[in-house]
């Protein structure tokens, strides 16, 4: 069954140090998603994208956080100077077509920021 | 954000009973409903759902019943096994829009043998 890749699936970074967290999502899905879920807290939503732009996007996601699709299979997250409070599971999500359809998640990338 | 809520962080079940498992949600324009499982060190993983113009949806042994009137949704598995063993989230969204999941904080299901 096709599923959602993300690497790494741990990443340590200084504070202050950007970082790409890294999606393969579901070929023939045309919707992606991040989320984040820190320590003992939900899992929320940060952003939403596409057709090459952003959907819509949480209060989370301020002007350190950017995506893109660099090519026809990658989807990434950067954060540009990282906070000790990024630290958390980072989610990335696919789903086909809109409405009516799950999301399919990866195995997420665990951020620690030191 | 208390939207979506699932009041009871954890659930114990014999095996081979019903695990019911329950969420409740405040914003009445959700209309598409899911449950996911996840298990440590992975994502989660799509279980079932519902929109919001049925009130039953069923999978082999999942279960999802909506009570749009009292906002509440609800997941029986039966028989429980012992595989089930995992933590479930709830969620919704609203099918108008950027399909943005709203989560539960989860159940953690245990099955005993």
């Known amino acids: 069954e096709p599923e959602v890749t993300q690497t790494p699936s741990h990443q340590v970074t200084q504070m202050g140090q950007e970082v790409i967290l890294r999606c393969v999502p579901i070929?023939?899905?045309?919707?992606f998603y991040w989320y984040r879920q820190i320590l003992g807290q939900k899992v929320e939503f940060l952003v939403s994208?596409?057709?090459?732009?952003?959907?819509?996007k949480s209060e989370i996601f301020d002007d350190q956080f950017s995506v893109e699709r660099p090519d026809g299979s990658n989807f990434t997250l950067k954060i540009r100077s990282t906070k000790l409070e990024d630290s958390a599971m980072y989610f990335c999500?696919?789903?086909?077509?809109?409405?009516?359809?799950?999301?399919?998640f990866g195995d997420g990338t665990r951020l620690s920021i030191l | 954000d208390q939207q979506v809520k699932q009041n009871s962080p954890s659930l114990s079940v014999q095996e081979g009973r019903i695990s019911i498992l329950n969420c409740d949600y405040t914003?009445?324009?959700?209309?598409?409903f899911l449950w996911y499982k996840k298990y440590p060190a992975e994502g989660p993983t799509f279980l079932i759902s519902?929109?919001?113009?049925?009130d039953k949806n069923e999978d082999g042994r999942f279960t999802v019943f909506l009570n749009k009137s009292a906002k509440h949704l609800s997941l029986h598995i039966v028989p429980s096994q012992p595989g089930d063993s995992a933590v479930y989230f709830c969620?919704?969204?609203?099918?108008?829009?950027?399909?943005?999941?709203?989560f539960g904080q989860g159940t953690r299901l245990t099955i005993n043998p």
């Open positions: 999500a696919s789903s086909d077509r809109q409405g009516n359809q799950p999301q399919h």
């Open positions: 070929s023939n899905h045309l919707y």
């Open positions: 994208f596409y057709n090459n732009e952003i959907s819509e």
């Open positions: 914003n009445s324009m959700f209309d598409y």
């Open positions: 519902i929109s919001s113009i049925k």
């Open positions: 969620a919704a969204e609203r099918i108008q829009g950027a399909q943005k999941l709203v």
